[in-house]
C-alpha cells in the first residue's frame, strides 16, 4: 500500500540515450485517511452533541415567620389533590382534604395513557373552566394541583408528575410533604379495591 | 504485427480529495467536541417534555443513583479548589496540597468527609472501586442536623460562587424520600427554584403544550 509511485511519465526505450528516471511526488495518502478516519471516530464516541435539558421546578416558599394571613389562600373548588404511591400509582381526589367531618371521594390511577392521570387533569381544568364561566368563580382563579409524593414513590413518579403540569397547562401547582391524613387515604383505598 | 494497445488504467486512487474531507470533518469534531465528564455512577434521567438547555457554566451538579446515594458536584475547577480548601479548613481534614489537587481536578464526590482524605489520596482505579460501594453523601431533612453534610457542601460552595444554579440529576429509580430531603435541604438554604436534569420526550399530541404558542396563551 504504501509504496511511492516511482513509474514516472511513461518510459520512450526507443532513443538510446538513457533517461534518468523522474520521481514522482506522489504520495500514498491511504494511511493518513485511515488515521484521519480513525481519530473522527474516536471524537464522535467521546463527544456529547446533545447538551442535557432540564427542567426547572419552583417549590413553595417556605418561612417559619410567615403570617398565617400572607399565606397564599387554596379555594377548595379549584384544588385538585394527588397522592403519588408504589408501582406508579397515583390516588387523586378533588379539594384539598381539609375537612375532616367529610373525607374526600379518593380514587386511582397511573400514568398510562389514554385514561391516566393527564385524563383526570384535564377533566378538572374543565370543571374549573365551567365554574369560572358560570361565575361561581373568580376569572383569576386558576387550577391548583397539589402534588404529594408518598415514601413508595420513585423519582421518576415525580418527574413525571411534573412533567404532566406541563403538558396539561398546569400553571399552579405545588410539590407538598404528605401528610398523614393523605397516607391514611391511600392505605383505605387501597384497602378498599383489594376487596373488589 | 502490432495488439491495439488497450490502455491499463491504474487502479490508483487520488486521497488527496478523501484526505482533506477527512481531516476537515476531524477538525470539526475537535473544536465542538467537549468530553463526557466521568461520572462516578451510572444515572438514567427520566424524561420530560422541558426544552431548556442547561447552561454550560456555574452548575452545581447533585447526583443520585438508583440506590438513592448522593453525589456532590460543582463544575469551575477553581472554585472547586477554593470550595476543598474551606471545607478543609472547617471540618480540620488536614488535607495536603496534592489532595487538594485531586479534588479540583476531579469529578463528582461521594464519601463523607471523614472519608474524604483517604479518598482523595487513593489512586484512581481505587476511587472507582470506592465510588461503587460508597454510601454516598450524608443528607437529611434539616440543615441544622450536623449530619446532613450536603448542606454543609452546598452553603460553602454557594458562599465562594453565589450564582451557582443548582441541578439534581436523580436516577428514576430513586425512591423519593432521598429526592426528598434533598429538597428540604435546599429549602432549608431558602433555595426553591432549582433544576432537574432529565431527557427529552416528544410532546404527546392533542394536549395543552403540544398546541402553538398563541393558542397556548389565551
Not at chain 1, 528516471?21 to 464522535?44: E, N, Q
Not at chain 2, 472501586?129 to 434539616?142: E, L, R, V, W
Not at chain 2, 460553602?156 to 451557582?164: C, E, H, I, T, V
Amino acid at each position: 500500500m504504501a509504496e511511492i509511485d516511482t513509474s514516472g511519465g511513461g518510459g520512450h526505450k526507443k532513443g538510446g540515450v538513457k533517461k534518468a528516471k523522474k520521481l514522482s511526488t506522489r504520495v500514498d495518502l491511504t494511511p493518513m485517511v485511515d488515521l484521519g478516519f480513525l481519530l473522527i471516530t474516536f471524537f464522535i464516541f467521546t463527544t456529547t452533541m446533545s447538551k442535557p435539558k432540564t427542567m426547572e421546578i419552583n417549590m413553595p416558599f417556605k418561612d417559619e415567620n410567615m403570617k398565617k394571613e400572607e399565606q397564599s389562600k387554596v379555594k377548595e373548588s379549584t384544588a385538585l389533590t394527588l397522592l403519588l404511591s408504589k408501582d406508579h400509582r397515583v390516588y387523586y381526589y378533588e379539594g384539598m382534604g381539609s375537612d375532616p367531618l367529610n373525607p374526600p371521594k379518593v380514587e386511582v390511577t397511573n400514568f398510562k395513557n389514554p385514561g391516566g392521570i393527564r385524563q383526570v387533569i384535564i377533566d378538572k381544568k374543565a370543571k374549573v373552566d365551567a365554574l369560572v364561566r358560570s361565575g361561581a368563580l373568580q376569572p383569576t382563579d386558576k387550577t391548583t394541583v397539589l402534588i404529594k409524593p408518598d415514601y413508595n414513590s420513585t423519582y421518576e413518579d415525580f418527574v413525571n408528575i411534573i412533567d404532566e403540569m406541563s403538558i396539561n397547562g398546569i400553571q399552579v401547582y405545588a410539590v407538598v410533604d404528605i401528610s398523614p391524613v393523605d397516607q391514611e387515604f391511600i392505605t383505605l383505598t387501597e384497602a378498599a379495591n383489594a376487596g373488589k | 504485427m502490432s495488439r491495439p494497445k488497450i490502455a491499463r488504467k491504474s487502479t490508483f486512487i487520488d486521497m488527496t480529495a478523501m484526505c482533506d474531507v477527512a481531516f476537515l470533518l476531524l477538525s470539526f469534531f475537535m473544536l465542538a467536541t467537549k468530553f463526557k465528564p466521568d461520572e462516578p455512577v451510572v444515572v438514567v434521567t427520566p424524561a420530560s417534555i422541558s426544552k431548556v438547555i442547561l447552561p454550560d457554566a456555574d452548575i452545581m451538579l447533585i447526583t443520585v443513583d438508583a440506590k438513592g446515594r448522593v453525589f456532590f458536584s460543582i463544575d469551575n475547577k477553581g472554585i472547586r479548589k477554593a470550595l476543598i480548601e474551606n471545607v478543609d479548613e472547617w471540618k480540620g481534614l488536614g488535607l495536603t496540597d496534592a489532595e487538594i489537587y485531586q479534588f479540583s481536578i476531579g469529578s463528582s464526590i461521594g464519601a463523607p468527609f471523614n472519608q474524604l482524605k483517604g479518598y482523595l489520596s487513593s489512586t484512581p482505579e481505587a476511587r472507582s472501586a470506592y465510588d461503587k460501594t460508597t454510601a454516598g453523601i450524608p443528607t437529611d431533612t434539616s440543615v441544622t442536623n450536623p449530619d446532613n453534610e450536603l448542606a454543609m457542601w452546598i452553603r460553602s460552595a454557594r458562599n465562594n460562587n453565589p450564582k451557582l444554579r443548582i441541578c439534581i440529576k436523580a436516577d428514576g429509580e430513586a425512591s423519593y424520600p432521598n429526592i426528598q430531603k434533598i429538597i428540604a435541604t435546599l429549602a432549608g438554604w431558602k433555595i426553591f427554584k432549582f433544576n432537574l436534569i432529565t431527557n427529552l420526550k416528544a410532546v404527546p399530541p392533542g394536549t395543552y403544550a403540544s398546541q402553538p404558542a398563541e393558542t397556548a396563551a389565551k
